[in-house]
C-alpha cells in the first residue's frame, strides 16, 4: 500500500513541486520548527547560529538578554516559528538592533499575529512560538536543499546562489541557477561531490578554508537527513559570513514517518497546534486522512486507489470546477465504527457537496462497507448526495445492503461512472 499525499505533494491530478528539481515521491510528513531543526543540526555538527525558543513576550526579552551577554552584541533576530516557508515576507522575521527592549516590542508585535505567506494560504497561520537568534553579518546568501528523488533512487542535493528567496520561484525563472548532485546511498557523499557544488557556488571567491567548511556542512547534513530518516532538509538561507564561515541560517526540517517506529523522539517534537485538526483526529482513528480543497468527499480503501480516484474525479469535473476535497484511505481492515467515524470527517468541511465511496473488496468486505456507509448516513443525517462504486469480496450483499436501505444512495457500476455521477450530483448535471 502507498502513502497518502499532503498539500503541495505531486501526483497526477495536482501540479507543481516543492521544492522544484527533483521528483518528489508522495509521502507522509513530520515537520517541525525551525529551532527545532537547528537543535537537530547542531547534534551532527552542522554551524548555527545561536538561539532561544520563547513562548511568551517575556521569554523573548530574557532570551535577547541572554544572547547579548553571550555573544558581546545586542542585535538579534525575532523569528515566528510556523511550519511555512516565506516568514520574512509575511512579517515574521524582523531585527533587532537595539537589544532586548527592541526585541520585547517585535516579540509583541509578531507573537499572537496571523502570519500569511505563500505557504499558508490566505487565512494564514497564527504565531505562538518565536526564535530568538543573534544576528550575524553576512557576504553571501545561498540555498541548499536535500531530498529524496525517487527516480534515480538517490539523495539529491540542490544548491544556488539565489539564497533568501523562494526556491520554486528561481526554478521557474532561472533554472540554470540550481545545481544538482546525486548521493549513490551505496558509496555515500564523495568530497568531490561536495566541492562540485561549492565551486558551482563559486565559494572559491571567498577563499579556500570557505570551501572547506562548506564541505564538511554538507557532510554534516548528509549524516543528518539519513540518520534521522528525512524526506526534505533545506537550508535557505546559508550564510557565507565576513570571516568565511559557512552558517545555516534557516532549518526547515521534515521527516518521513515511515520510519517512525525508530524515532519515538519525533512524537514530542510535534506541534499539534500546526496540524489538522481532522487529520490528528483521523490519525487517532487509524483512517489515512487528508484535507484538500475541493467539494467531493472521497472514501476509498487502498492509497493507491484513493489517488486514481482523486485523479478521475478532477479528470471528470475540471470543467465544472469539482475536485476532491480530501484523501481518505479507511485501509484493508475498516470497522463499520471507523467507516462512521470516516463519513464524519468528511462531513466537518463545509466545501463538501457530495461524497464518493469507492470501495475493492478484498481483505474489506463490500458488506461490511455497505453496512457502515448506511448506518453512517442514517446517524449522521446524510444531507449531501452519495454514489458508490463497490467491487469485489461479498460484492452483490453490499450492493443489496445498499439497495435495500431506503437511502437516496446512487450506485456506480465503475470509476468513471462513478466520477460522471458524483459531478452530476455537485453541478445538478450541469452540461
Keep these: ?28 510528513l513530520v515537520k517541525i520548527h525551525e529551532y527545532q531543526g537547528k537543535q537537530i543540526f547542531a547534534k551532527y555538527g552542522v554551524p548555527v547560529p545561536k538561539g532561544y525558543p520563547a513562548f511568551s513576550v517575556a521569554e523573548a526579552e530574557t532570551a535577547a538578554k541572554k544572547l547579548a551577554t553571550e555573544t558581546g552584541s545586542p542585535v538579534v533576530v525575532v523569528k515566528a516559528q510556523i511550519h511555512a516557508g516565506g516568514r520574512g515576507k509575511g512579517g515574521g ?45 553576512m557576504v553571501a546568501e545561498m540555498y541548499l536543499g536535500m531530498v529524496v528523488d525517487r527516480d534515480s533512487r538517490r539523495i539529491a542535493f540542490m544548491a544556488s546562489t539565489e539564497g533568501g528567496v523562494e526556491i520554486e520561484k528561481v526554478a521557474e525563472e532561472t533554472p540554470e541557477k540550481i545545481l544538482t548532485v546525486y548521493v549513490d546511498p551505496i558509496v555515500g557523499l564523495s568530497a568531490f561531490q561536495a566541492r562540485e557544488l561549492a565551486f558551482g557556488l563559486g565559494l572559491m571567491t571567498y577563499g579556500k578554508e570557505t570551501v572547506a567548511k562548506f564541505v564538511r556542512l554538507m557532510s554534516a547534513l548528509y549524516e543528518a537527513f539519513t540518520k534521522e530518516d528525512c524526506s526534505l532538509l533545506e537550508v535557505n538561507p546559508l550564510a557565507i559570513l565576513k570571516n568565511g564561515d559557512v552558517v545555516a541560517l534557516d532549518a526547515k526540517v521534515t521527516f518521513d514517518d515511515n520510519a517512525s517506529f525508530r524515532h519515538k523522539a519525533w512524537s514530542d517534537l510535534q506541534d499539534k497546534d500546526e496540524e489538522d485538526p481532522i487529520e490528528l483526529e483521523a490519525a487517532q482513528a487509524g483512517l489515512n486522512y487528508v484535507s484538500l480543497d475541493g467539494n467531493v468527499g472521497c472514501l476509498v480503501n487502498g492509497a493507491g486507489l484513493a489517488m486514481a480516484t482523486m485523479d478521475i474525479i478532477k479528470h471528470a469535473g475540471r470543467a465544472h470546477g469539482v475536485a476532491p476535497a480530501n484523501f481518505l484511505d479507511v485501509g484493508g481492515g475498516a ?97
Design 1 to 28: 500500500m502507498g502513502d497518502p499525499p499532503r498539500q503541495g505533494d505531486v501526483y497526477v491530478m495536482r501540479e507543481g513541486c516543492s521544492p522544484p528539481g527533483p521528483t518528489l515521491a508522495t509521502v507522509r
Design 335 to 431: 470497522t463499520q465504527e471507523q467507516v462512521t467515524k470516516a463519513f464524519s470527517m468528511i462531513l466537518k468541511s463545509p466545501k463538501v457537496k457530495a461524497i464518493f465511496v469507492n470501495i475493492f473488496g478484498g481483505i474489506m468486505k463490500c458488506d461490511v462497507i455497505a453496512n457502515g456507509v448506511v448506518a453512517a448516513a442514517k446517524e449522521l443525517g446524510l444531507k449531501v448526495p452519495l454514489v458508490v462504486r463497490l467491487e469485489g469480496t461479498n460484492v452483490e450483499l453490499g450492493r443489496k445492503i445498499l439497495s435495500e436501505s431506503g437511502l437516496a444512495i446512487q450506485a456506480a457500476t465503475t470509476m468513471a461512472d462513478g466520477a460522471k455521477k458524483i459531478v452530476d450530483a455537485v453541478t445538478g448535471g450541469a452540461k
Design 93 to 137: 522575521v524582523k531585527v533587532a538592533k537595539g537589544g532586548a527592549s527592541e526585541a520585547k516590542v517585535l516579540a509583541e508585535a509578531i507573537l499572537g499575529m496571523q502570519l500569511v505567506t505563500h505557504q499558508t494560504g490566505p487565512e494564514g497561520q497564527k504565531v505562538k512560538r518565536l526564535y530568538i537568534e543573534q544576528g550575524l553579518e
